[in-house]
């Protein structure tokens, strides 16, 4: 139980940690990234002083090409790369480079940005040849608030910025990556501790619904004697069948509660009708019909116990009809139902009973036979029928108590705990 507890637990807990740590390290690098926007947007609001008179942004509308020497002075003096001045009506007027880049200029141009509103910036990261520039977009405003044209700065990210940016998001990662490993490795323990005390609690729990399911199978076993051998013998029988079929283990688990219980109803039927040792009249066999609605009943008071249903409901029904309650056929009979009513019928058949001694193998197989495709499943019983003679074999003259300790395993290996961890 505590290595199936940790790996649980580091299961959960490990992938949560670098899900974290991913999370928390693109936060990181984004603020970081945001620093030099930030930065780049401050240049260019600094620049943008020079520009924000309207006698600075009309001598530029009339001729900017006479302009270009004090803008390239400017620029010198300025962290920009490159300038550019657009008309309030978004026309570029002209832009200045302080070295030839050709690339850098095409890149520059065929990024669309926009322009945005006063009081408003925008922003472009631009890649050009493995160097990373920012292009930063302000509205030049007159006092009176009006867009007079708009600044456009290329800053160049220099290498050691970017370094320096680097180190930055790798010290905060190193510091976030460690934070949540330290909580992690700290909440470890607490959580292997919780969770072990939650499966000791499942485990009684799921021991207390296995004894609720032997205490209603011996509570009608004590109304007749042999049920109770016959209760661990077909559940036996079932699970070995069910196995052969290769059936899912939660459908192996309700065929357990529905075999041990299935004829749970039998409770609620007058003594004189269920013990009654001769031929029963019509109006009789009417009322032992019912054990198997009052059988439903029962087993869908409880939650764990309504996993049986299937089996106690329709385990009289028959492949061709012809059965009891509903009178339902072929696959509209329950799988684990018409697997059940195989066993029970094997088991009534090969067991001794007061009024009648238990008949050989190779007769029942005959009878068997009879039925197929008309009581019984024609592709079930052709599972069976090969294994008949072991299930006998290994079962039929077994004490109660040997039968419940086989029956135990099988319970142990099926009903499953729910699980704390998820
Ligand atoms: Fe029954």
Known sequence: MTSSI???VAARLVPAWLILSVVLGALT???????????VFDLA??????????????????DPERHRPELREFLEQSDFVGLKLYSSEQRLLIEVWETENRELAVASAARRHDFPVAGGRHYNELR?????????????????????????????????????????????????????????LALYPVIVVLNRSALRLSDALLASNVELMRTLGSAIAKRDSDTHAHNFRVTLYAVRLAQ??????????ALIAGAFLHDVGKIGIPDGILLKPGKL????????????????????QSNWLAKARDVVAFHHEKYDGTGYLRGVKGEAIPFNARLFAIVDVFDALTSQRPYKP?????????????????????????????????LLREYAAGEESDLKGCLAKFEGRYFSRPSPVG
């Open 45 to 62: 609001t600094e620049a943008a002083v020079h520009f924000d008179t309207p006698a600075n942004v009309a001598m530029l509308y009339d």
């Open 29 to 39: 690098y984004w603020i970081e990234s945001r620093r030099v926007d930030d930065f």
């Open 6 to 8: 940790h790996r649980n």
């Open 244 to 253: 052969a079929l290769r059936r899912p283990n939660d459908e192996i688990a």
């Open 358 to 390: 238990a008949l050989p193998l190779d007769e029942v197989m005959r009878m068997l036979a009879q039925g197929r495709g008309a009581h019984f499943d024609p592709k079930i019983l052709d599972v069976f029928v090969p294994l008949a003679a072991e």
């Open 281 to 300: 009249s019509v109006a009789e066999f009417e009322t032992i019909k019912t054990h198997v609605s009052i059988g439903e009943d029962i087993v869908g």
């Open 128 to 184: 050009v040849g493995g160097t990373l520039y920012v292009q930063a977009l302000i509205p030049l405003m007159s006092s009176g608030q009006q867009i007079l044209g708009y600044l456009e700065g290329i800053y160049w990210v220099a290498p050691q910025t970017l370094k320096a940016i680097a180190h930055r998001v790798g010290d905060a990662l190193l510091i976030v990556l460690s934070a949540v490993a330290l909580i992690t």
